[in-house]
């Protein structure tokens, strides 16, 4: 059944959605920084401040156009650049203003989306009166007056903002910003930035500045617009305005060769395969920091799949080795390594991150994460690693989190990279011959903690509750359940009605096949008979040897010592008692 938008099963769980193996884009982008002579660096200034005003005045108009924007409007925008450039340069800046004004389309279509969906849920808390819940849609109200007082206010002005956002998508206006709204927004406060004009004018140019080249394949070296050649030359090809410029540092057809080279340190080999193969390679020179880098994107051809492979022979094969179940959290992944039938193996890993600070730094936390987990992937033979599907993408209010901590949850929420994370672990695992397969992390710490924190606890480590966690996104990964199912437990023979206090067990009912609810509540729990031999300190045993050590305030009756040979038939231990 539907409920507030999410399909929810009988028992009122939300309903999982089925594992599936993240697919690799191949798309590779290697960086590498250019040191500049003085001649280089006035052409290369010249040219980003050309290509920068071509680009702001192209995507002016693009906007201006909006929704209403056709063929013929982009194939005049495209002859007026080449009429100043040439037809490649004309390309990619009509290509990147499209984009950039599609991308501020879905923005737009995002934040409405949010918008509409924050009214919705306040609206449903305020009618549920304060500290109380609504049993039919699980909806709870405010934890006090004061903030119900405070919310009251709240859908209102949502709508208003929504009401705005909603004309202007409907008109087809999005709001772009070339080098972005919070350096333009600086720019009115620069003494609190601690910045001279100077410097924010640097800061300004280097973020409008993007000299970027599509690839062509079948052209020499892949690119005509910024070619590099396999020895680390580069030649670009001059506008006609900067061609007459300098051309008494061109050739006769405008190109203008940089007395740098280029060569880079990681993945050089494919780049190389790429050029000398003449396949499309798309080349983006910006600057940072008075810094000059160059970054090559290219896709490297594909091996082809053997015929009749399908995406279950795949799932199949990845799940062949094992798998190594990962939990990611604010300020650490833990992972454990999960054989075939889905039991942990070992103890589980913990890998420190810490993702404050600069993006540099934060995109160096995230590449040590994505190494560490491959390197104990490959060390335990594992085939693949599971990873949850963290979107994050709902509303704050949808989150149900309120005051202080509700901002705090949020704000440690939103430093996670979750989407950078997935992306560049794909891409690692893909070429380090692993697999990667995403599941809905739907009570995967609930039941971790339920069913296993417990159950792999020892005398010397005791197992955290994100450590259980990644032992049920492990096998959510692998198909299977949070727990056990019934149907691999040996079923304990129902005994005659004996004296209370002897110990003896009885049967009990462990929950529907099939599902991941909780087990129903019984009035017995099975026990292990002090005679039997201890195979595993299993949480029944627990609590069997507890009630043993506990004194008791009344005298029992005797224990009848001629039942021993019937209980040693009838109680039997799973050997595997963490399998599914």
């Known amino acids: 059944m539907l409920v507030g938008g999410v399909v929810r099963s009988a028992s009122g769980l939300r309903v999982l959605a089925p594992p599936r193996l993240a697919e690799c884009s191949g798309t590779l982008a290697v960086r590498t920084r250019l040191h500049l002579s003085p001649w280089d660096e006035e052409v290369l200034v010249e040219l980003g401040g050309f290509v920068s005003q071509l680009a702001a005045r192209d995507l002016a108009e693009r906007v201006f156009l909006g929704a209403k924007h056709s063929n013929e409007d982009f194939a005049r925008r495209k002859r007026e650049i080449s009429a100043l450039s040439s037809s490649r340069w004309a390309g990619t800046i009509t290509r990147g203003s499209n984009e950039q004004w599609a991308l501020a389309r879905r923005a737009q279509a995002a934040h409405l989306e949010r918008l509409d969906a924050a009214i919705t849920t306040v609206r449903a808390r305020l009618a549920v009166p304060v500290a109380a819940c609504d049993v039919a849609t699980r909806t709870k109200g405010y934890p006090s007056v004061l903030v119900r007082a405070a919310k009251q206010r709240r859908p209102d002005r949502l709508e208003a903002v929504a009401a705005r956002v909603r004309a202007d998508e409907a008109a087809g206006r999005v709001r772009v910003v070339r080098g972005g709204r919070e350096l333009l927004h600086t720019r009115l406060h620069l003494e609190q930035a601690g910045l001279s004009v100077e410097e924010w004018r640097r800061q300004w140019f280097e973020a409008r500045c993007r000299i970027e080249a599509d690839g062509e394949a079948g052209k020499r070296h892949g690119n005509q617009t910024i070619s590099i050649a396999p020895n680390g030359t580069v030649t670009i090809k001059l506008p006609p305005e900067l061609a007459t410029r300098f051309a008494e540092h061109c050739d006769r057809h405008g190109r203008y060769t940089l007395d740098a080279t280029c060569s880079f340190a990681y993945r050089n080999a494919e780049w190389q395969a790429q050029v000398q193969a003449q396949r499309a390679v798309g080349y983006t020179i910006r600057f940072e920091n008075g810094r000059c880098y160059l970054t090559a994107a290219f896709t490297p051809p594909r091996p082809d799949l053997p015929a009749g492979v399908d995406e279950e022979t795949l799932m199949a094969a990845a799940r062949a080795g094992g798998i190594v179940g990962v939990d990611h959290n604010a300020d650490h992944l833990a992972a454990w390594r999960l054989d075939v039938h889905g039991n942990p193996v070992g103890r589980p890993v913990r890998i420190e991150v810490d993702y404050q600070g600069t993006t540099a730094r934060r995109d160096a936390q995230l590449r040590h994460a994505c190494s560490a987990l491959i390197r104990q992937a490959k ?10 599907d963290l979107g994050f993408d709902t509303s704050r209010e949808q989150c149900g989190w309120t005051g202080r901590s509700g901002r705090a949850f949020r704000n440690t929420v939103a430093g996670m990279p979750t989407a950078k994370f997935a992306v560049r672990l794909v891409a690692m695992a893909h070429r380090a011959g692993l697999a990667v397969i995403v599941v809905d992390p739907a009570y995967s710490s609930r039941w971790g903690a339920a069913h296993w924190r417990a159950a792999t606890s020892t005398a010397v480590q005791e197992t955290s509750r994100h450590d259980a966690a990644a032992i049920v996104i492990g096998r959510r990964g692998q198909g299977l359940g949070a727990r056990r199912r019934a149907e691999k437990t040996v079923p304990l023979k129902k005994k005659e009605a004996a004296p209370a206090g002897n110990g003896e067990p009885c049967a009990t009912t462990r929950g529907r096949a099939g599902t991941e609810d909780h087990r129903p509540h019984t009035a017995h729990t099975p026990t292990r008979p002090h005679h039997a031999p201890r195979t595993r300190a299993c949480p029944e ?10 004194p008791q ?14 209980d040693r038939q009838s109680w039997t231990q799973d050997s595997l008692w963490l399998s599914e």
């Open 379 to 388: 060390a335990t033979g594992a085939t693949s690693l599971v990873i949850e």
């Open 541 to 550: 045993d627990r609590a069997h040897d507890a009630r043993r050590r506990r």
């Open 553 to 566: 305030a009344t005298a029992q009756p005797a224990e009848d010592r001629s039942r021993q040979a019937t």
